[in-house]
Structure formats: structure tokens, C-alpha cells
């Protein structure tokens, strides 16, 4: 078990794309140390790049706060579908403390990964998991949930970050 440092906004790697992960070992510790790191910080996603490491991973575990422990880890996720639909909701960031940003997202999406033995799985996320895949996806590319909100919000947010 390693839990690791979650890096804060605003650093720099937290704004650079990652590249594509494979199946191998050390992908696999870094998933294991990404969720002994997630469950630490009391979160429930993490991407790689909040701990540094600018691969195409990320983790979640949308039910351990209430319920059983469910972790799961996605490889190269890919959103094949998005619905129609809408909502907007207050997301946390473990690398942006204080802020709860307003964020709209596809209420339902079509995700494909690669899993830690190298299958490929797809499944129709909702819910939770489905909001919570897309802010860890968007990690992936170098997004935050500040780049989401509009000037006068983001402003209000930049600002409460460095409380
Ligand atoms: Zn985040």
C-alpha cells in the first residue's frame, strides 16, 4: 500500500494531456497505490496525473462512502456515447480544496476501457459514476473543473482555491 501525494492546483501537470497506458505491472501498482491514495483523501475518483504520472488512467469507487467498497480502474477510457441530457451539480476535486464547482454533464454516457488484464469492457454508466467518469476523463486531458465554469464563477473559484 503507498499512498501518494495529490498534487493542488495550480500545477502545471495538472494541465498537460497524458498518454496511452498499458496492461502491464507497473501500470497495475499505480492503480493499486492511485486507490489506497483516493480512499485516503476521502475521495471517489482519481486520476493519474493528480499524482503526477501522465498516463490515461483513472480510478473510482462511486458507493464507499455509504455502502460496500466498489473500486474500479479504467484504462484508456474512451466516452463512445453521450445522452442528450444535461445536469448540473456541485463536483469536489481532491487537487482543488475548498471549491465546489457548478458543473454540467451528460446525465448518462457510453464509456470503453481497457482493463489491468488487457480486455476491452464498455459499459453505460449513470448516476454518479457517469458525472464522476467524466471530471476524471477530463483530468486525462488536462482539464479541470475551473476550466468549466463561466469567467465570473471561475474567478470566484481561482480565488477560494488558495484559501
Ligand atoms: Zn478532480
Redesign the pocket.
Known sequence: MAVLPVLQWPDPRLRMPCGPAAADDATRGLARDMLDTMYAASGR?L?AP?VGVLTRVFVMDATWKTAAHTPEIFLNPEIIWRSGTVATGPEG????AHVLAEVSRATEIILRWLTLDGAIAAAKLTGFRAICAQ??MD?LDGI??LDRLSPEARALAEVEAQR
Open positions: 475518483g486520476a493528480q476535486c481532491l487537487s482543488i471530471h476524471e483530468h479541470l473543473t
